[in-house]
């Protein structure tokens, strides 16, 4: 990063987010994998500041566990009573002491805002030598913002809040992002002095403003070049939108560096997902976590994919997978459900609705249709036949069954846990498996058929079974008539 480090950031997150109408505080919500705090804390990251500071108090034991886990760099400080934003930040001034050198003041609450934003606020801020630096953007309706004051010459002279605004003012469309960057000794001192004589009482932080420049120091403004991104989540119309604009930027992203995307506006992504060049994705496409897709390979359409890695070249058809790990030139689905634990070897098949779970599959194997895999190892070039269970759970453990390489399950096999197919065994269909079968043997386990007889004559006469029985005795058709 070309502009110095700030000495600090400090994120305001204190407040309740009573607008969204959750039992989640605010910056818990989440968009493309992340909470709205973490994307904040993101963006100030890619600053490499010498601390990191997030103001918690709504909810704040929920919070600070999340920080310890997301933001282990964070240091919390807690703002019980939510008396302003210039409040929060003294509060965070008297519990670390004052901070010298520049501080960026931002929200918990505004997650489009993207590091490059910040380091040109901070590169405005060190330029200009001002005190204070305040990150602007002219928004069509500026409803409910802190407008931006200029005097003839287009200095800034205050920040007015909606609420404190005369009808010139609230005409004003230059608004306050809220996200500042300051002298950090400055601050310490002006903070002290902000006072509550407005219209909601409060301590505002944008009084600072006026108190320095009113001290003779300079006061300066960075227009954003995209106002989107300095636009705060509120309530869940603004947290969809702040999603699509996010997920937008990410597809674009993955675009440009080889991604095709048949329809960006159905196709949704995390922002710790891995795209290789010549994926295709296509529509009702979700990629979440730290999902991998390698090289070549597609996914969807209607795939829904949590952590999962797909190898080259694999094809993942309308599918459902958690924590699963397919293989180069692999097949999956349509309608197939993975769950943790499955391993698909290379060119492996999980076809039509199959649900597999702690799985391995081996090079070739192949599960195509209506069949349950769980707690299995399954060799290279088996074939599962249609309809067969691997009956894992016998009500108190989950047991293991393996079959052999180039092994063949008949369809409708129960292959009761714990029990073994031997290299190169088959099961005959129907049969219900719950002893070894050694290797090249062919294990049976099913009632022998019998006929009787006669019976549909017997025990359905005059029915429409009765009268085409009939016909086939009279033309000698033992197999039935095929039209
Ligand atoms: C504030 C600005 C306004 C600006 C707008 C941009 C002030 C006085 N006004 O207004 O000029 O246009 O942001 O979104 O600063 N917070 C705390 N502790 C508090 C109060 C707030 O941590 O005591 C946090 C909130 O969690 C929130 C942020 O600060 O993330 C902004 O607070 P909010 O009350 O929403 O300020 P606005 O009225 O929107
Ligand atoms: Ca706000």
């Known amino acids: 990063m070309s502009v110095p480090r700030p000495a600090a950031v400090i994120v305001l997150a204190a407040g309740e987010g009573t607008r969204m109408k959750s039992r989640t505080p605010k910056i818990l919500h989440e968009l493309c994998g992340r909470t709205l705090?973490?994307?904040?804390?993101?963006?100030?990251?890619?600053?490499?500041?010498?601390?990191?500071?997030?103001?918690?108090?709504?909810?704040?034991?929920?919070?600070?566990?999340?920080?310890?886990?997301?933001?282990?760099?964070?240091?919390?400080?807690?703002?019980?009573?939510?008396?302003?934003?210039?409040?929060?930040?003294?509060?965070?001034?008297?519990?670390?002491?004052?901070?010298?050198?520049?501080?960026?003041?931002?929200?918990?609450?505004?997650?489009?805002?993207?590091?490059e934003t910040l380091a040109a606020l901070l590169e405005r801020h060190n330029q200009d030598g001002n005190a204070v630096t305040v990150l602007t953007a002219e928004v069509p309706d500026p409803h409910g913002y802190g407008r931006i004051v200029r005097d003839a010459v287009g200095t800034v002279l205050e920040i007015v809040e909606e609420k404190d605004a005369d009808p010139a003012q609230r005409a004003i469309r230059e608004m306050n992002s809220g996200v500042y960057a300051f002298d950090g000794l400055l601050l310490a001192d002006a903070v002290k002095r902000v006072s509550t004589s407005n219209a909601q009482g409060e301590e505002y932080l944008t009084e600072v403003l006026s108190i320095l420049r009113q001290d003779g120091h300079r006061v300066g403004a960075h227009i954003a070049a995209d106002h989107v991104e300095v636009e705060g989540v509120n309530d869940r119309v603004q947290l969809a939108f702040a999603r699509r604009v996010l997920n937008s930027r990410l597809l674009e992203a993955h675009m440009r560096a080889g991604v095709t995307v048949i329809d960006p506006g159905s196709t949704w992504v995390d922002v710790d997902v891995t795209l290789e060049p010549d994926v295709v994705l296509h529509p009702g496409t979700q990629l979440h976590g730290r999902t991998v897709v390698a090289e070549g390979a597609e996914v969807g359409p209607v795939s829904t994919l949590t952590d999962t890695l797909v190898g080259a070249g694999a094809v993942v058809r309308n599918a459902v997978c958690v924590e699963a790990r397919i293989g180069p030139e692999a097949v999956v689905g349509p309608y197939a459900y993975l769950r943790p634990g499955t391993v698909l070897a290379r060119k492996a098949k999980a076809g039509t609705y199959v649900e597999m779970?702690?799985?391995?599959?081996?090079?070739?194997?192949?599960?195509?249709?209506?069949?349950?895999?769980?707690?299995?190892?399954?060799?290279?070039?088996?074939?599962?036949?249609?309809?067969?269970?691997?009956?894992?759970?016998?009500?108190?453990?989950?047991?293991l069954t393996t079959v052999g390489e180039h092994a063949f399950v008949g369809c409708d096999t129960m292959l009761v846990a714990p029990v073994n197919i031997g290299d190169g065994a088959y099961t005959a269909a129907g049969s219900v498996i719950d002893s070894d079968v050694p290797p090249g043997a062919i294990g049976v386990a099913r009632g022998r058929q019998r006929n009787i007889e006669g019976w549909v004559a017997r025990k359905r006469a005059g029915s429409r079974s009765a009268e085409a029985a009939l016909r086939a005795a009279e033309t000698g058709n033992q197999q039935g008539s095929r039209t």
């Open 357 to 399: 779970k702690n799985a391995q599959v081996g090079e070739g194997a192949k599960v195509p249709h209506l069949s349950y895999v769980g707690d299995a190892v399954i060799g290279a070039g088996a074939n599962i036949g249609a309809s067969s269970v691997f009956v894992n759970y016998d009500g108190v453990d989950k047991n």
């Open 37 to 115: 705090v973490d994307h904040m804390l993101t963006a100030a990251r890619g600053l490499e500041p010498g601390r990191l500071i997030v103001v918690i108090g709504h909810e704040r034991d929920r919070v600070q566990a999340h920080l310890e886990r997301t933001s282990p760099d964070a240091q919390a400080v807690v703002q019980a009573e939510q008396r302003g934003t210039g409040h929060a930040v003294r509060i965070v001034l008297e519990a670390v002491g004052a901070i010298g050198g520049t501080v960026l003041v931002t929200y918990g609450d505004t997650p489009l805002l993207r590091t």
